[in-house]
């Protein structure tokens, strides 16, 4: 079979690391938070196509371990928009019946926003359509290192993989199959360490903001040409 009549597969699981807000409100001379607020629009436009394409878990890189080191308005203006979201955003893509679960440490947020957080969380824990994984205060290394302590905690020595992995923020989920980075950097970030083991990667240059739906079919039509051996041959 050709690649073109193949049949289009949905990965189960898309990463994104949205990168390229900031670049993208300098190049219209305006602050970094506008950057910031034209990506939530992204956010959401993302999660349904997500949906649409047959995506079971998406999940968003929104605010990572090392983020505390921007400016405290920056860092508050990403609280207000995340807020704004949760309040105002949620509802219709609860109604698509969108679950959320955040990965990462959220205890160091404003309290009205870890509120917001566990709220939205339960309200669409029953929901059966796509799992939306929000990461916040996430760092991998810091997840490693929490597992490694729990495990610690309940007693469980010589974990396996799986057992591991059941110990990380994702447990229950599949491994991202793809992870996809915009702005054209080419690193990791301390994203997904464990999980990536074998997912694949894809890059594209443009700016967060501008990441369209039709950029989201591109990036799982090339992971469909993707030959994945999974270290075999
Ligand atoms: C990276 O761009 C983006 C972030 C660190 C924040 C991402 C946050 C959002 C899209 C909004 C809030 C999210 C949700 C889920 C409601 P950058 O600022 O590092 O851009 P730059 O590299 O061009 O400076």
């Known amino acids: 079979m050709t690649n073109s009549v193949k ?8 990463a994104i690391i949205m990168d390229g807000n900031g670049r993208w409100a300098k190049r219209r001379y305006l602050p970094r938070v506008f950057g910031h607020k034209q990506g939530v629009k992204t956010v959401k436009s993302i999660v349904k196509a997500a949906d649409s394409l047959g995506i079971k878990v998406l999940t968003l890189y929104a605010f990572s371990t090392e983020n505390w080191k921007r400016p405290q308005d920056e860092i508050d203006a990403l609280f207000n928009l995340l807020l704004v979201f949760l309040k105002k955003e949620f509802d219709e893509l609860n109604e698509k019946g969108v679950k959320l679960r955040i990965l990462g440490d959220i205890l160091k947020f404003p309290q009205n926003v870890q509120n917001e957080i566990k709220k939205v969380c339960k309200a669409s824990s029953e929901n059966c359509g796509l799992q ?7 760092g991998s290394r810091q997840e490693i290192l929490r597992a490694y302590e729990n495990m610690r905690k309940e007693g469980v020595e010589n974990p396996t993989e799986e057992q591991f992995s059941s110990f990380l923020y994702t447990q229950g989920q599949p491994d991202p199959d793809l992870l996809i980075r915009t702005s054209g950097e080419m690193r990791l970030s301390n ?3 464990w999980q990536m083991a074998y997912g694949e990667i894809y890059i594209t240059d443009k700016f967060w903001p501008d990441f369209t739906k039709e950029d989201l079919k591109k990036a799982v039509e090339e992971y469909n040409k993707r030959d994945r051996r999974f270290g075999g041959i």
């Open 132 to 138: 939306l994984n929000i990461a916040l205060n996430y």
């Open 7 to 14: 049949k289009f597969v949905a990965p189960e699981h898309v």
């Open 191 to 193: 994203f997904m360490l």
